[in-house]
Nanobody
Framework: QVQLVESGGGLVQPGGSLRLSCAAS????????SGWYRQAPGKEREVVAR???????NYADSVKGRFTISRDNAKNTVYLQMNTLKPEDTAVYYC????????????????WGQGTQVTVSS
């Protein structure tokens, strides 16, 4: 089993920045890829970014150029640096981990964190 704990959410003004962290514990050797998802009220959960064990990253078009996903393997931690935040980025952000090398869909992620709220508002 793998446990994921997110931190770093909060309230920020438009144009501001936040950095989310996701610390993994337990059977972390089983994790090949990690991702960040978000879910806004009344909307489906959507992918934000993904990083594979080799470090390859992918982003949703809506966050390209503004968000950066990274990982520190020594600390078993994945980060999401969010810059130039917009009100439409407001959502609960979830960290996810997958045993698949290249998870292609949400069902490929086996482990989930509890979520952290990000609110972008003036």
């Amino acid at each position: 089993q793998v446990q994921l704990v997110e931190s770093g959410g909060g309230l920020v003004q438009p144009g501001g920045s936040l950095r989310l962290s996701c610390a993994a514990s337990g059977s972390t050797f089983s994790i090949s890829a990690s991702g960040w998802y978000r879910q806004a009220p009344g909307k489906e959960r959507e992918v934000v970014a993904r990083i594979t064990r080799s470090g390859t990253t992918n982003y949703a078009d809506s966050v390209k150029g503004r968000f950066t996903i990274s990982r520190d393997n020594a600390k078993n931690t994945v980060y999401l640096q969010m810059n130039t935040l917009k009100p439409e980025d407001t959502a609960v952000y979830y960290c996810a981990a997958s045993p698949a090398n290249i998870p292609a869909q949400i069902s490929d992620y086996k482990y989930w964190g509890q979520g952290t709220q990000v609110t972008v508002s003036s």
